[in-house]
């Protein structure tokens, strides 16, 4: 999640609703990922990409002998995407890796950005953590992007890793790693410039891009046989987190789902759009994405109210 700071570390507003869908052939493992011939749900291990969605191993034993489309339907090589979601996973050493500095710093793993302005502003949380103040006057826009790795507790890193393995590898496997990050990314960033935009406080977390994710499975919602009403409630329950509890980042979380929406749509068009973009068009839109919000950022500076 995003948090406002102050005050302190904000409640969990990122997981997923009691009693998910479990997969068929391992029940301890929940999944938002339903197979796209049969209908049961499946967990990363048992999902086998098909030119649209996912289906579990019984269904792609029976279709293997049927010719299949080497890609998936955004353009991703299912060869690559057959492996482990490594990008997934590099996310989730990063921040856990910054958790980890961060808390060495302040000689506190249950409070790594202090409990004072002054308790952080020498270490790595006091350079990365998104003070609009910092951006605007010191034109530190590298904070934007890198207060999304930072996290103010035990529980604020733990939600939002959790969120990020359980709607990581599916959309990973779709989109393929470079799309995943640009996705990840560029929703972080979102999020970051949102703040930086209509606020002043200082804020930090990973929920901008994770809400973001939640903004790509929603545009994929189709292609992926993901469970739809699901996937909704889930979104609007952490929305619903989002407005209700104090300490959490609104703009954070709008400013990344609606980017995150905006980049899987550059990506792979309106969902009712039955052909895939050309690679260079993607790339294009995500361009595009990108120098909106580098734009809004140079406007936003010029008019920010001094510090003194």
């Not at 009403?229 to 929305?239: E, P, Q, S």
């Not at 550059?266 to 994405?289: D, E, F, T, Y």
Request: overall charge positive; some cysteine.
């Amino acid at each position: 999640m995003t948090a406002a700071y102050p005050p302190g570390p904000p409640p969990y507003a990122g997981g997923l609703p009691a009693a998910e869908p479990t997969c068929y052939r391992h029940p301890n493992r929940p999944t938002l990922v339903r197979c796209v011939r049969c209908n049961r749900p499946i967990c990363p291990e048992c999902m086998r990409p098909a030119s649209v969605g996912f289906q579990c191993p019984d269904d792609a034993r029976e279709g293997r002998a049927s010719q299949r489309a080497p890609r998936t339907s955004v353009g991703a090589k299912i060869a690559s995407t057959w492996s482990s979601p490594y990008a997934t996973y590099t996310l989730v050493a990063l921040n856990l890796l910054v958790y980890f500095v961060t808390g060495a710093q302040a000689k506190s793993l249950t409070n790594p950005g202090g409990t004072t302005f002054s308790g952080f502003a020498s270490g790595l949380f006091g350079d990365w953590v998104l003070w609009p103040y910092a951006v605007a006057h010191d034109h530190a826009y590298y904070r934007l992007l890198t207060s999304a790795f930072l996290h103010l507790s035990p529980v604020h890193i733990v939600a939002n890793m959790f969120t990020l393995v359980i709607i990581g590898p599916p959309l990973e496997r779709m989109l393929g790693r470079w799309r995943f990050g640009a996705v990840y990314l560029l929703a972080a960033l979102g999020g970051g410039v949102a703040v930086y935009l209509f606020d002043t406080n200082i804020t930090a977390g990973a929920s901008g891009a994770i809400y973001g994710l939640f903004g790509a499975a929603l545009v994929l919602s189709r292609k992926l046989g993901l469970d739809l009403n699901w996937l909704v409630g889930t979104i609007v329950l952490n929305f619903v987190f989002t407005f209700s509890v104090s300490g959490i980042s609104k703009l954070g979380h709008i400013g990344g789902f609606i980017v995150g929406v905006l980049a899987t749509l550059a990506i792979a068009g309106w969902p009712s759009h039955p052909h895939r973009l050309p690679a260079k068009a993607q790339v294009s839109g995500l361009v595009v994405l990108f120098v909106a919000l580098a734009v809004a950022t140079v406007v936003r500076t010029n008019t920010f109210p001094s510090i003194y």
